[in-house]
């Protein structure tokens, strides 16, 4: 797994790339925390080239988006989504949660 | 049939997901189902490594696959702690996003994506889990 992160200005761009499975959730989480310490709750992950995502990483997904929601002081958009990481979104239930634009430029013109 | 020995820990899951995604296509699945394995199959070894283990580097995971004219049979076999997965409480799914406990979605994955998933615990033997995931004109 790779993560880059982005510094815009009314929000931050986290590209995911590879497996996001046990092994490599709590290198995400960690990532995630960062901007969220730093006091910046609109983030927008692009997960156009993640190739498998575990229930791991869907609750790191969860758990951020809980911190951002808090004090509807942000959230975290999802962008170009692959079919099989949106299958295992909705069999988690965790469709309704997040708000999910085509591309990149969708999503920070969003915030 | 294939069958490897991996040492239990996180970083086996992906050469473990090369394993069985080789033999599920050999198998002849296709790729919602190939997903569906590689999706059960590193849900299951988690599950092996964090609970029946309760940690990293404690034990081995064996992993057979059986190839049939139905489709794909993957045996994973641990010699760790044994659980009731009828005492395994469903995930909750309907709650509002603050209410949502980490937990519980593997099992429930496992079960949702494979057409058939059988435990069997053994005090000699060990703890064998065996999925079926069969083609679709098989289904």
């Given at each position: 797994m790779e993560i880059t992160t982005n510094n815009y200005k009314h929000c931050d761009l986290v590209k995911v790339t590879g497996r996001v499975d046990s092994a490599t959730a709590p290198q995400l989480a960690e990532a995630l925390n960062k901007i969220t310490e730093n006091g910046r709750y609109k983030i927008v992950l692009d997960l156009?080239?993640?190739d498998y995502i575990s229930s791991s990483g869907l609750w790191v997904l969860i758990n951020t988006q809980k911190t951002c929601k808090r004090y509807n002081r942000g959230e975290v958009v999802l962008a170009s989504v692959p079919d099989r990481i949106r299958s295992a979104l909705d069999l988690a239930g965790f469709i309704p949660f997040f708000k999910i634009l085509k591309d990149t430029t969708a999503a920070v013109g969003y915030f | 049939m294939f069958k490897e020995t991996f040492p239990g820990?996180?970083?086996s899951l992906a050469k473990i997901a090369k394993f069985v995604t080789q033999a599920a296509v050999q198998a002849g699945l296709n790729e919602t189902a190939i997903f569906a394995v590689q999706m059960s199959v590193d849900e299951a070894c988690s599950n092996i490594i964090e609970?029946?283990?309760?940690?990293?580097?404690?034990g081995d995971i064996d992993c057979t696959c059986k190839i049939d004219s139905q489709g794909l049979t993957v045996i994973l076999h641990d010699w760790g702690a044994p659980f009731d997965p009828e005492k395994v409480p469903e995930p909750?799914?309907?709650?509002p996003l603050e209410k949502r406990k980490e937990g519980g979605l593997g099992l429930f994955f496992i079960r949702k994506l494979m057409d058939e998933v059988h435990f069997e615990f053994s005090a000699e033997k060990g703890n064998t889990l065996t999925m079926v995931k069969r083609k679709e004109d098989a289904r």
């Open positions: 156009g080239g993640v | 820990r996180y970083e609970h029946a283990y309760g940690g990293e580097n404690i909750d799914l309907t709650s």
